[in-house]
């Protein structure tokens, strides 16, 4: 269960502020994911790294800036906060195999709470 | 980006019925399709999932069938249990293969 972690569980801030969420994932998988799941329970794709390399941006604004330090982490910085990005934020990880996504391991969830 | 459509949004059924839920695609590039569980407060787990040269693949009570032609995959759980009972997502995989779309989910509850 600790495969794909991170953290904080829970995050609730004021409008305006910055905050971090960090990833790690210890399958030796080669791509990592960050995505968004809204009040509705609707999954998104933000982000997607392969071997520290930005493949996906899913017109995500650019107040949300992914980085990824080495193959095992990701992590996710969000300026300025607004009300609408409260939901709760997954990281994932995956092998790629055959030029397409493995099963793809998420971590626990981050839920983020912006007042 | 391409869209995933699922029906439907929930789902009820009585213990040991079979419950089906049922997902279109549009991008034809899409080459992998999974399907995961998610309970309430929890995170996201893969339950079953077919690649596109497989049309059936089944892991007891869970089957799942993929028709390329027609853009179509499917979930079938028999025997349902109330433990059953939970949010179920498709997703297909994206034309670059880097990501997945994902369905609006199926709340599924099993009454005993």
């Known amino acids: 269960d600790t495969a794909v972690s991170q953290t904080p569980k829970y995050l609730v801030t004021q409008m305006g502020n910055d905050k971090s969420i960090k990833c790690e994932q210890n399958?030796?998988?080669?791509?990592m994911y960050w995505y968004k799941q809204d009040s509705k329970k609707f999954l998104k794709i933000m982000f997607s790294?392969?071997?520290?390399?930005?493949?996906i941006n899913e017109t995500v604004p650019n107040r949300f800036s992914p980085k990824s330090p080495d193959k095992a982490h990701l992590n996710l910085h969000i300026n300025s906060l607004e009300l609408g990005d409260s939901a709760v934020y997954f990281c994932?990880?995956?092998?790629?195999?055959?030029?397409?996504?493995?099963?793809?391991?998420f971590g626990p969830g981050t839920r983020l709470t912006v007042l | 980006g391409e869209n995933v459509e699922q029906h439907p949004s929930t789902l009820s059924v009585q213990e040991g019925d079979s419950a089906v839920i049922k997902c279109t695609y549009s991008?034809?590039?899409?080459?992998?399709f999974p399907w995961y569980k998610q309970e309430l407060g929890k995170r996201p787990q893969l339950i079953i999932d077919?690649?596109?040269?497989?049309g059936e693949k089944k892991d007891q009570r869970i089957a799942v069938t993929l028709n390329k032609t027609a853009k179509h995959f499917s979930l079938h759980i028999t025997e349902t249990q109330p433990e059953d009972s939970a949010v179920y997502f498709c997703?297909?995989?994206?034309?670059?293969?880097?990501?997945?779309?994902f369905g609006k989910g199926t709340s599924l509850l099993v009454t005993p």
């Open positions: 994932a990880s995956s092998q790629m195999t055959s030029g397409s996504t493995d099963t793809q391991y």
């Open positions: 399958l030796g998988h080669d791509t």
């Open positions: 790294y392969n071997n520290k390399e930005l493949i």
């Open positions: 991008d034809s590039a899409s080459n992998y």
């Open positions: 077919i690649r596109s040269n497989v």
């Open positions: 997703a297909a995989s994206i034309e670059s293969g880097y990501a997945l779309n």
